[in-house]
């Protein structure tokens, strides 16, 4: 039996990497600041390898023999779990709200809690639309203009950046193996590997463009559905 257990907690903070560009005209330590795009705040990986304890010599139908006893001998599982948190990226608006250019980013203000309450949230609203605004302005309003906003502050809002955590993993990546000799020279292995074995949903990063209807969108998946693969190899 192998068994490799490691647990990762870390924590980026920059003030950008060589592709962000922020409304602060980049690199102002007092607004840039924030949790790295890479930052992965709990990250847990077990890798393990079990020989079945099943036919001759082992602890299971130890006195099998002959052709039963092949087919019982030899059997393997293996295996990759993992557990983390998710990285982190901006709300933004959709607009250059500080007219600064078409590659600045504009944050909005945070009036509220950013996440949908665990027990409503689905993909279709994984952050809270209502607790976002263009600075200045009322809470709702997808399209500010000066009578629906007379009191708008064309500042950078008050959203950090990398403030919103994406979903994380829960991916279980299974193997089963046969081994078994046909003759003192000819030997076979069959595998059976199951990846996402459990059929986790894996949830992508939700949209994060102060837009109603697509803010807290999520419109992908990080994995794939469950995936299973089998081969047959001859080894003489």
Not at 44 to 59: E, I, M, T
Not at 160 to 171: A, H, K, M, T, V
Request: hydrophobic letters at 35%.
């Amino acid at each position: 039996m192998f068994l490799q257990i490691a647990y990762t907690y870390s924590h980026t903070i920059d003030l950008g990497n060589t592709d962000d560009f922020s409304a602060s005209n980049c690199c102002f330590k007092t607004i840039d600041k924030g949790n790295g795009d890479y930052d992965v705040r709990h990250r847990f990986v077990a890798s393990y390898v079990y020989d079945l304890p099943f036919g001759q010599g082992k602890r299971c139908f130890g006195g099998v023999s002959g052709i039963r006893g092949k087919m019982i001998r030899g059997w393997q599982v293996s295996g990759i779990t993992t557990f983390s948190t998710g990285q982190y990226e901006d709300a933004y608006l959709p607009t250059d709200w500080q007219v600064m250019g078409a590659f600045a980013t504009s944050y909005p203000d945070k009036v509220g809690p950013a996440y949908t309450p665990k027990g409503t949230r689905t993909y279709g609203n994984w952050f809270n639309y209502d607790s976002f605004t263009y600075p200045g302005c009322p809470a709702g309003i997808p399209a500010p203009t000066a009578t629906n906003c007379p009191n708008a502050v064309h500042l950078q809002g008050n959203a950090d950046r990398n403030s919103l955590e994406e979903p994380g993993l829960n991916n279980w990546d299974i193997g089963a193996f046969k081994h078994t000799a046909i003759t003192e020279r000819l030997n076979t292995e069959f595998r059976v590997e199951f990846y996402n074995a459990w059929n986790h949903v894996q949830f992508s990063a939700p949209q994060s463009t102060l837009a109603p209807g697509t803010f807290g969108v999520i419109t992908g998946l990080l994995e794939p559905p469950r995936v299973i693969q089998m081969a047959l190899k001859f080894l003489w």
